[in-house]
C-alpha cells in the first residue's frame, strides 16, 4: 500500500538487491539444506524487510506532524 516504504528508497534498487540475496539463500539452501541455514535466511529476509518499512525521520515529521 502507499506510504508503507520509505519515499527515499529506491524501489528498483531495493527489489534488485532482495531478489539476488533471495537467490543466494535458495541456492545455499539447495547445497545444505539445513534448519539453520532455513533460519538465517528467514532472519536476513525478514531484516532486510523491516528495513524497508522504517521510515526516516523526516517522513515520521511530516506524517505525524
Do not use: C, M, W, Y
Amino acid at each position: 500500500a502507499a506510504g508503507e516504504v520509505d519515499p527515499e528508497v529506491d524501489p528498483e534498487r531495493a527489489a534488485n538487491e532482495l531478489l539476488l540475496i533471495a537467490h543466494g539463500l535458495v541456492l545455499r539452501q539447495l547445497q545444505s539444506p539445513t534448519p539453520a541455514n532455513r533460519e538465517e535466511a528467514r532472519e536476513i529476509l525478514s531484516e532486510r524487510f523491516d528495513r524497508l518499512a522504517v521510515k526516516s525521520p523526516t517522513v515520521r515529521r511530516v506524517q505525524g506532524r
